[in-house]
């Protein structure tokens, strides 16, 4: 919005684990002014064996592990990407923002700049705006931003970090457990950028 | 299955205007012996503007227009791929086939060979399978083929065209209304392989 676009916001409603970073997204696309937020529902449930989606398997609780981690969703970003892809279309919009971040947590591969260049690549050719000459631009602002840097400029911009939603595990409420690799790395964030961290956390998973 | 593979066979109900296709792809990959058949469903209201999608807009009934038709949906096969991808991931599979075809009908651009060749690149940087050496590959044997050849190839094969669904206004039985694009040029590629028609057309609307 700060560039002067006309923003229409798309949450996805895959099966995670909780919905309130859908209510947090609609309320902070109210309150900043997009033209629209919209909810798409996918029934998710072929993709199994994520912590995110498939409620056999535990959110880690005890500090990031090498590797890709179980919270990992089998082509997220790439169904999310996809979907907004097509709304795009709908919209005749030539720019997709989303919010991936490669540097605090790199272990998911959907979230590196050269994914994000090909998807770019494969959208040129895949739509009819890219038939009639018109580019499809992925923009991805926060991708090279370390977690301070993101609070810093959510409080420059006017956003209350209070109202969003990182935790994988938040209640209805939205209140953060504290402990998952989420809730860590965002605490840490607040830390770095030296502001106070009013996320909401769950009474009985207060960080100690 | 022809070439080794143990098919799971993946339908998307996207609010297509008729259910009858996911029907016929369950019937079919039960009789031709696929390890699974699973249907994700996408809410996809998002996706006005379509006639495929959109009760509002009519599925044209009088032969094939220039440019991209009204049936286009979009970002389709983008959406259905990346479904296909996050659902390959799970089960550590290596190669997805998906049934485009680009000979008969090139209004589509998700249809086109170079197409398939961005999202196989994309996709071999959105996964972990990517990460790990496991490269993924997209296939489209039908890509060019005449419908011809797609219906002897079917006959050899032993699936019988007539219990397959290409009309994008079946009824709920299946039957196809002879007259939209689709029907069209399905039953021009009976006539070019001189294969009996046996594709079930609603009465009222049998092609004179």
Same mark, same amino acid.
């Given at each position: 919005?700060?560039?002067?676009?006309?923003?229409?916001?798309?949450?996805?409603?895959?099966? =995670?684990?909780?919905?309130?970073?859908?209510?947090?997204?609609? /309320?902070? !696309?109210?309150?900043?002014?997009?033209?629209?937020?919209?909810?798409?529902?996918?029934?998710?449930?072929?993709? =199994?064996?994520?912590?995110?989606?498939?409620?056999?398997?535990? $959110?880690?609780?005890?500090? !990031?592990?090498?590797?890709?981690?179980?919270?990992?969703?089998?082509?997220?970003?790439?169904?999310?990407?996809?979907?907004?892809?097509?709304?795009?279309?709908?919209?005749?919009?030539?720019?997709?923002?989303?919010?991936?971040?490669?540097?605090?947590?790199?272990?998911? #591969?959907?979230? +590196?700049?050269?994914?994000?260049?090909?998807?770019?690549?494969? !959208?040129?050719?895949?739509?009819? !705006?890219?038939?009639?000459? %018109?580019?499809?631009?992925?923009?991805?602002?926060?991708?090279?931003? #370390?977690?301070?840097?993101?609070? +810093?400029?959510?409080?420059?911009?006017?956003?209350?970090?209070?109202?969003?939603?990182?935790?994988? =595990?938040?209640?209805?409420?939205? /209140?953060?457990?504290? %402990?998952?690799?989420?809730? +860590?790395?965002? /605490?840490?964030?607040?830390?770095?950028?030296? $502001?106070?961290?009013?996320?909401?956390?769950?009474?009985?998973?207060? #960080? +100690?």
């Amino acid at each position: 919005m700060r560039e002067g676009f006309a923003c229409h916001a798309l949450s996805v409603d895959y099966g =995670q684990r909780h919905v309130a970073e859908l209510g947090a997204a609609a /309320r902070l !696309a109210g309150l900043l002014g997009a033209r629209a937020h919209r909810v798409a529902r996918l029934d998710a449930s072929i993709f =199994q064996g994520s912590a995110l989606t498939d409620a056999a398997v535990e $959110v880690p609780l005890d500090g !990031a592990t090498a590797g890709i981690p179980v919270t990992y969703v089998p082509a997220r970003n790439t169904i999310l990407l996809s979907l907004a892809l097509g709304w795009a279309e709908v919209l005749e919009a030539r720019h997709i923002f989303v919010g991936a971040n490669a540097i605090d947590y790199s272990g998911y #591969p959907d979230c +590196r700049p050269e994914y994000l260049r090909a998807f770019e690549a494969m !959208a040129n050719l895949a739509t009819k !705006a890219a038939l009639e000459g %018109r580019r499809i631009e992925i923009r991805a602002p926060l991708i090279d931003l #370390p977690k301070a840097e993101i609070v +810093r400029l959510a409080i420059t911009l006017g956003v209350d970090p209070a109202m969003t939603v990182s935790c994988y =595990q938040a209640d209805d409420a939205g /209140r953060a457990c504290g %402990r998952c690799d989420a809730c +860590r790395i965002r /605490r840490a964030g607040f830390e770095a950028a030296g $502001v106070v961290d009013a996320t909401r956390y769950a009474k009985r998973n207060k #960080p +100690r």
